[in-house]
């Protein structure tokens, strides 16, 4: 069985959670996922702050960021992350509902790694999360664990 | 500006002249020279008519100036407009993006987990409904993003270059590859022009052209699809697409290119009717004209006009002409 690496799912909309859950179950990797529920949980999370004060000292595998978020929105979490210099190499990918091209733009020039459309036919969507999943928490090599000098 | 102070400088020399010409005149009168007198009299009154006209051409300018002034900031309001109108427009098809299509996703996925989980507990009419259920949150969804396409046609700057339509024809032909497998089409491409267009705009006119011809062919043992283009005077560049396929009735002709328009069952041919509105649009855009011929199973011809330009100059002076 191989090592599966940390994810990060950032998801306001509950029936979004359940259903990327879901196909990630799918690929047996669902275990390896923690959710924040919005952009300020997501960097709670990523500081160790609030309810993430105390778990493990791990930079996750990846970050699958959702942009329409309320309070602080996905494009801002993506800004803070990528110009924190302890953040910044932690591999984010946007899954928006739109390919709307100034979320796009934005997205690249912040130094998205990538950017995916949830698509609406569910079959399209369980395919590119379980691809998504099992590039990043398997596939791809991470950058090395900043953890100690992140907090 | 400049002409303004042009003005007061001439005012000022006229009303000097004036005075010199008063006093010069008086001067005479006094010492006994009445002849001269009344010379610069008369030549006193002509100045003074002269300054009197000035002065009328310099209030005729100034009501000019403020006219104008008025009309640009009338403009200016009117553009600010709008640029709000547009931004509104933006913010609508951004919310359409995002907010439409979650919830479609949340149908068609939980349907999924129905079935996931109790598909051996319903009974077959309950299965076919929630198949029918799940395929129409799709079409929905493809219906959504087809019109947030046909809104970004609209919206989108034209970046005008020299396009080869040849190339185009090609390039369209590539990306249908797909669809024309295993299918017997025989291909009638002529030469074609090089026009001035936005290419990607272009490209989406052969794609969905020749889509449709590939399409509404689907029943033939051999399809032919021919592309052809000549030159008039009225229309300029007219480029054509020819099928043999089931074609349509004349008295429906207008409704051809409108939005979600068909004129055949989706059961007999998927789509979402879309695909002529954007090649209208966009041709439009470019100030040419699209129209179409057919008859019931005797195929079709779609055509596309492009004010005649090969070059940019050419079609320089053709906007100017129609902007002005």
New interface residues.
Partial sequence: MPKFKRMLLVEDDARDVELTLDALEESNLANEVDVARDGKEALDYLYYRGRFADRTRETPAVVLLDLKMPKVSGIEVLRQIKTDEDLKMIPVVVLSSSAEERDVIESYQLGVNAYVVKPVDIQQFLEAIRKLGLFWALVNEPPPNRSSSAA | MANTNAHQLLQLALMIGTAVICVTGFVGIVFGQPLLGVIYAGMGAVVALLTQKVTQRKREQEELRRTNETLEQRVLARTAELDSTNKELEAF??SV???L??P???M??????LKKHSWASLDERNQRYLGII?DS??Q???L?DDL?AFSRVGRAELQLLPVSLQQLVQEAMQELREETQGRNIAWKISQLPEVMADRSMMRLVMINLLANAVKFTGKRERAEIEVGASANEADGIVVFVRDNGVGFDMEYADKLFGVFQRLHPAEEYEGTGIGLANVQRIIHRHKGRTWARGEVDQGATFYFSLPKATEATTYAKVQAHAAG
Avoid at chain 2, 108 to 113: A, P, S
Wanted: hydrophobic fraction near 45%; aromatic fraction near 8%.
């Fill in positions: 098809s951004y993006a995002h907010d299509r979650a479609l996703r949340h068609d996925g939980f349907i999924r987990l799940s949150a799709r929905m969804g493809l959504i947030l």
